[in-house]
């Protein structure tokens, strides 16, 4: 992305006269999702500057700074003492998708009734600059890390904090070996979303998301 994301943080890149995270709160708040953890490290501070305390996309920020980049798991553990004890959504800052985020509510329910599951994934048709995919979802919603039919990982989570037990708040870690280790576990579930996703990772793909975000209603 760069050289755009040398003087602007990914999150703040413009699409259709907003930060491409804004979308993200806009989204979140008319779910009635209010309370949001930002972490971040490069150059961070622009986007604390930016958003500020949230007000004006209907939610309330509190931010997760990392100085040095943790990796996502690595973030999340630095950022638990503000997510609290019960399972919490995590959406990529990096996306732009249609996804309805009240989906996640009833498994967010279940989840408390039952700790042992630990992480629920949303996953995506495997976009071409990503043909492999991550993920094997079964028809009874079991997630695996392998198998035939795999799809994408999209960025969008809802973890139990236990997930995250053990791991260095002070020290960069990657999410997807505690994800596999869920899934070996039988402790992970999965669903599929077939709207409108797209990772924002190259210039090509930030003007198809500005494309799309004047057909995308919120």
């Not at 907003?18 to 709160?25: C, F, K, R, V």
């Not at 800052?93 to 996804?99: L, N, T, V």
């Not at 629920?120 to 991550?134: M, T, W």
Request: aromatic share 6%.
């Amino acid at each position: 992305m760069r050289p755009l994301t040398d003087a602007c943080p990914k999150p703040l890149l413009d699409v259709a006269g907003t930060p491409l995270i804004g979308w993200h709160l806009k989204r979140l708040a008319a779910a009635g999702i209010r309370d949001v953890v930002i972490n971040h490290a490069w150059l961070g501070h622009m986007l604390e500057e930016r958003l500020r305390g949230g007000a004006d996309y209907g939610v309330e920020i509190a931010w997760s700074a990392e100085g040095t980049a943790l990796e996502t798991a690595g973030g999340i553990a630095r950022a638990l003492g503000l997510l609290g004890r019960e399972p919490f959504l995590v959406v990529n800052g990096d996306i732009f998708c249609d996804y309805d985020f009240t989906r996640l509510f009833g498994v967010a329910a279940a989840m408390v009734a039952d700790p042992g599951r630990l992480a629920h994934l949303v996953l995506v048709p495997n976009p071409e600059h990503h043909p492999v995919g991550d993920f094997v979802l079964s028809a009874d919603g079991k997630v695996a890390a392998e198998g035939e039919g795999k799809l994408t990982f999209s960025g969008i989570g809802l973890y139990h904090p236990d997930l995250f037990l053990g791991i260095d708040p002070n020290r960069p870690s990657k999410l997807a070996p505690l994800l596999k280790a869920a899934m070996a576990q039988g402790r992970a579930s999965a669903e599929r979303h077939d709207g409108l996703w797209l990772d924002v990772g190259t210039i090509e793909r930030l003007d198809a998301a500005r494309c799309r975000a004047a057909e995308t209603p919120l």
